[in-house]
Every structure is written in structure tokens, then in C-alpha cells.
DNA sequence: ATCGGAGTTTCGGTCCGCCTAAATTCTGGC
DNA sequence: GCCAGAATTTAGGCGGACCGAAACTCCGAT
């Protein structure tokens, strides 16, 4: 009835993930893509976790969690952030390098330690990447944002967050210093002005991988 | 070929950690017993062992690793307690409570995490219950050591170790200001003057956990 | 309005690690 | 030397997570 092994959590998570910045739903053929399996594995684990009450689905349509498989997903998703954070601020890692080895971690750790990273980081509010930690109850703060590459040229804002999942552009990016909390004006496509006045050039891939302040 | 499951290293460690202070071999009954599991799947577990040339076994008889399996089993051995050693030292964590977060932790981290915990930790030679930590090549520094329970009223020694086994042992020791490292005389049967003078009974599940130097 | 292809599900199969119950083998006491 | 009981292995099964291939459903283009 509890139902949360490794696997469970990674499709709840990915589940999760998917809509946190994007409105929309997944479907079935996409959450395969992301996690790497057969279509038919979906199938296979969705039936189990809709017989538990943590997703809703009707038959040849999209996922969607219920408010159950929200709260599970949130909790996953903040050991992860945590451990990611933690990796970055006290074990000497990049933030390219934490993802691997935050999904391996966050299903192996104990809530106590948990805990203890949390407590020894001084509560943080977001990981490295600019991702909003979910607190304990599910509560996940997520300012308004948009994509940089759905940005219209004079947009000035805030660098919100990066997305995780292209290591290289993280590289990328981290040597031209743009990270989260960076100011910067959309002076033509693919080209911001940073705080200190400095050009910066990104790559089409960067652009769809950095979310900015919806508002100027 | 490779095989190197959870399931896998913790039979191998299992193995290793019985002839570690006893010479003895160990059994498939005796085996099944530490790890909970049923004698048939012991059996069909070392066969995959067996196949992949890291243990020797002749059918009915008992379990010897071989090389390749002993520096499987160390290495192994060697994460769990430098993982033990890091939560005591650095994660606020008693030296009765680290078992259950090692033993999961031990399949769960990188080998670069392993190292930067190793470097954080200033290469230790012992974690906190005195059992020595294997090097990377499989190196084991190991003192002769007898069991208190076994040691003859007079004898006179420095404690080495203490098994983990029993966490209710652990706590009364630490009360009791028993550790590694500890001068004691054996005044009396399960009677012991440590070095300031102070008189402890240990109980006689203590005894059979603590080991001492076997010189005087 | 229909038809084909994309997306989804079903079906049968694999591997892993575990189980119980039923053989089988070994061994020590007579 | 034999034989009962203990230890071990074999046999058959289960649940979890995955797969490929085949069947099915759905929807948009014509």
C-alpha cells in the first residue's frame, strides 16, 4: 500500500518535474524519453501507482499526480535539491557535477540525515541551480518565469534558474558567470547585458535552458 | 562478469567480516543467519559468486573468498567504515547509530565521494569502533587481538575493538568511557581497572565484543 | 467520413533476489 | 559400518522492474 521504492519515486519525481515549470501535462511516451525506459514499462508502473492513489489516469491519456503522489514527488524532489546543494556548498563539488550522485543519494539517505544536511546548511530555499527546495509539508515557492529563448529582445530581469540537465551548458555557463540571481537585458537574440555591462553570447541550448523573471 | 549488485557485496562483506577476528571459515547456515536470508538463497548466491571467481567453494562445504573476492569484500568493508567514521566525526552522529545509514550508504556513494570524505577525514587507519580501515589495494592492518571475555584475570592490554553488532553494548561502553584505545588490567572475572584507577563491570555480552591487545 | 500512423497497451519473456518444501549429502554417535 | 539428524542443495514460485513484438486506440489529414 505504501508502494515507495527507487523506482516509484524516480517516476513521480519525473512526473513532478515535468510540470513544475511548464504547465503541462505528461504523457506516457514523453516520461519514457526522460527516464530512459520502454513505453511499455510506463504502462506498467502507472497502473501500479494509479492502483495507489499518487497519479490519475484514464486510459491512452496524460499523467497527472494526485495530491498524494504531489506530496511524494515534493518529498523526493527536496532530498534531491538538498543533497545537491550540500554536494556544491561542503563537498567540493560543481554544480555540473552534483546530479548523479544526488539520484543515487536521495533514495538511499535516512530522514535524520537529511535533517542534518538541511540544519548544517542553514535551511536553504534553493539549490544551485536556482530550483526552489520544497519544504517538508509539499510547499514549493516557484516565482513566475519564463524561458530566455521565449524572451522578447529589451527583456531585463533576473536569472531564476538553470535547468540541470545538460551538464555542458552548466559548464558553459558557470565559466561566463551567469548563474542564479545574475541581472542581465536581452540587448538582441541570444545576447544579454549583464550588470556590470558585459556581453555575454549564449547558445541557442543555454537559452532553453535559462529561466528568467517574467517580470522586468 | 563483473557482478557487482548490492546483494553480491554485502554476501562478500558479510564473508570477509567473519574471518577478519576469527580464523575460521564460515558456513552457508551460519552465512544465511547474518544476512537474514534464507539458507537456499545463500546457496544460490554463492553459485553466482562461486561462477564469477570470487568465492571457492566446494559443494556442502564452507565459503572462502578468493583474492579477486577478498578485494572485492574490502573495498567494500573499506566504504562502510570510513562512511561510519565520517557520520561519528563529522555528522554529529553516535558511534551506536551509524550501522543502518552505512550499511546503506555503502552501495549508494561515488567513489568520488568516498575520496573526499577519506580527504576530509584525514585518511584515518580506524573508524570509531576500532576496526581498521582497508586501504584501496585491499591492505588490512590488523593487530593480534584476543577477546576480553577470553582473556585470563591479570592480563593487562589496550582495548582495540569493539563490534558493532549490538548498539544496547555500544551505548553502555560509551557511558561508561570504554573505547578503542582504553588501558584496562583484568582485576577479576568481567572486571576491569582502567587506567586512572576506576573499577567497571562489564557485562558479559560487553566481553564478547570487546577485544584487546594480546600482550600485555 | 475514413484511414493510417503515432501513441499506448497487452502479452510473453528475462533477470534478480528472495522464499518454502522436498530432495540430497554429510557426519558423528552408536 | 550404519544411520538419523543436521546441513546443504534442488525445484518450483513470487514480486519487482525491465524488455520487444504485437495488438489496439485515437486523431488529424485528406
Redesign the pocket.
Known amino acids: 500500500m505504501t508502494?515507495t521504492?527507487?523506482?516509484?519515486e524516480?517516476?513521480l519525481k519525473t512526473i513532478y518535474a515535468h510540470t513544475e515549470w511548464q504547465a503541462e501535462l505528461i504523457?506516457?511516451?514523453?516520461l519514457?524519453v526522460r527516464?530512459?525506459?520502454?513505453?511499455?514499462?510506463?504502462?506498467?508502473?502507472?497502473?501500479?501507482l494509479a492502483a495507489n492513489g499518487l497519479i490519475a489516469?484514464?486510459?491512452?491519456?496524460?499523467l497527472a499526480l494526485t495530491d498524494a503522489g504531489r506530496l511524494r514527488a515534493t518529498a523526493v524532489v527536496r532530498r534531491h535539491r538538498l543533497i545537491e546543494t550540500w554536494l556544491v556548498d561542503e563537498m567540493g563539488y560543481d554544480w555540473d557535477q552534483v546530479h548523479d550522485e544526488a539520484e543515487v543519494l536521495e533514495h538511499a539517505i535516512s530522514d535524520r540525515f537529511l535533517e542534518a544536511i538541511n540544519a548544517r546548511l542553514g535551511f536553504p530555499a534553493h539549490d544551485p541551480h536556482g530550483d526552489p527546495i520544497p519544504a517538508a509539508d509539499g510547499t514549493v515557492l516557484r516565482p513566475p518565469a519564463l524561458l530566455l529563448a521565449e524572451a522578447v529582445v529589451g527583456h531585463a530581469g533576473t536569472v531564476l534558474r538553470i535547468s540541470d540537465r545538460d551538464p555542458t551548458v552548466l559548464r558553459k555557463l558557470a565559466a561566463d558567470r551567469i548563474g542564479p540571481g545574475a541581472e542581465f537585458r536581452l540587448s538582441a537574440p541570444l545576447t544579454i547585458v549583464l550588470a556590470d555591462g558585459q556581453n555575454r553570447l549564449v547558445t541557442p541550448a543555454a537559452a532553453a535552458a535559462i529561466w528568467v523573471t517574467a517580470q522586468a
Chains 1, 2 share one sequence.
Open positions: 508502494y521504492t527507487g523506482a516509484a524516480d517516476y504523457t506516457p511516451s514523453a519514457a527516464l530512459g525506459v520502454a513505453p511499455s514499462s510506463v504502462t506498467e508502473m502507472v497502473k501500479k489516469h484514464v486510459p491512452y491519456g496524460p
